[in-house]
């Protein structure tokens, strides 16, 4: 990685009125499911070794709960621990809180967050959803509220309540000017604001470009997905060395990826499984970008190949559509998708090279 010469030491965020600190560098939970017990325990603890003090993950991330519990046990006085449910129910959010504290090893979490919400929950709303965050409180088996969303407008409509004490919402530099401006509704409102999907769903690769960005908005504290201790040291390594300054040279590549990335695109967030016709969505919506993103031997392969053919089977039931947090017209993005995928492997026959396959540029 190239490490920029003009740095600032890196940033202290206070998640509003929780009085949480954090270095502007906190660790997201959600693809340690895709490793062993073993491995996200090193992993987990390598963070905390390097100075990241706060962990995010969800009752949704299948085994990541359990991972942290195990990981991070000992080491509870050193840490912020968040977890979330998607619970609609009085029931099921009592059912959840109890089975987050058991696989967290912990008698409480410092933030309890209602997951990737459609509706706001409110006091004397009639569901008594908000108030089982109050009694959990009382119970000291929470710390705080907070709420995460993946739609700007039911966002706002949180922030205003007045009733959470952080927001958690996508946030990168290819975040529109509105999605900008929730940063700033938050810090006026003293509420926390946590940024997810910093890497736009791994399509955004450049660290010094990201951590620059992040700077300018000291109240956002960015939780990056990690899974490999490569993309850990990348992380750390700013605790240690600061925070790159904004440079005219990080500004121009951040102008450029907002040039191939303006528009409707997946950020792979997966919220639109399952396909009933098994298309792995979260990936084949965009494919276009991968490929030629990350190294495209992996994108093209026969497996890869084989799982995009699945695009051809859709019935257009739309229900992705219904679950698509970005408004996406998922079946017209796939077959873009797929269209550009079949003209770059008809480009990498004639070439002989799977390099020479993607020179060209698709939708974005």
């Not at 693809?31 to 992993?43: G, T, V, W």
């Not at 993103?293 to 859709?314: G, H």
């Amino acid at each position: 990685m190239s490490r920029t010469e003009a740095t600032v030491p890196m940033n202290r965020v206070v998640l509003g009125s929780t009085g949480i600190v954090s270095p502007q560098d906190a660790f997201g939970a959600l693809p340690i499911q895709r490793i062993s017990f073993d491995e996200a325990e090193r992993l987990l603890r390598r963070a905390v070794d390097g100075g990241m003090s706060f962990f995010d993950t969800a009752r949704a991330y299948s085994d990541s709960e359990e991972k942290m519990g195990r990981a991070l046990h000992g080491l509870r006085d050193r840490v912020a621990i968040a977890t979330k449910t998607m619970a609609k129910t009085p029931e099921d959010f009592w059912d959840d809180l109890h089975t987050s504290l058991r696989n967290l090893r912990t008698d409480h979490v410092d933030l309890y967050q209602f997951h990737c919400i459609d509706r706001v929950w409110e006091l004397g709303d009639g569901t008594g959803m908000y108030e089982c965050m109050v009694e959990a409180k009382r119970q000291g088996k929470i710390n705080h509220i907070g709420v995460t969303a993946h739609k700007v407008g039911t966002a706002f409509e949180a922030v205003e309540t007045g009733l959470y004490e952080t927001m958690q919402f996508p946030f990168n530099y290819l975040s529109s000017p509105r999605e900008t401006e929730l940063v700033s509704a938050c810090e006026r409102k003293n509420m926390g604001f946590i940024a997810m999907k910093g890497l736009a769903g791994g399509l955004l690769m450049n660290a010094d470009a990201l951590m620059a960005h992040m700077a300018c908005f000291p109240n956002a504290l960015p939780i990056w997905g990690i899974q490999r201790l490569e993309e850990l040291e990348t992380w750390l390594s700013y605790i240690e060395e600061g925070q790159p300054r904004m440079s005219p040279e990080l500004a121009a590549a951040i102008e450029a990826d907002r040039a191939e990335l303006a528009g409707s695109f997946c950020r792979g967030c997966g919220y639109c499984a399952p396909c009933p016709q098994g298309i792995v969505v979260n990936q084949c919506a965009r494919m276009s970008l991968m490929v030629r993103r990350a190294p495209s031997d992996v994108w093209l392969s026969e497996a890869w190949q084989t799982e995009m053919d699945k695009i051809d089977s859709c019935t257009e039931c739309r229900s992705c559509v219904e679950r698509c947090p970005y408004g996406l017209d998922v079946p017209a993005v796939l077959k873009e998708n797929l269209e550009d995928y079949r003209r770059l492997l008809a480009r990498r026959v004639e070439a002989g090279s799977a390099e020479s396959a993607v020179d060209g540029r698709g939708p974005a």
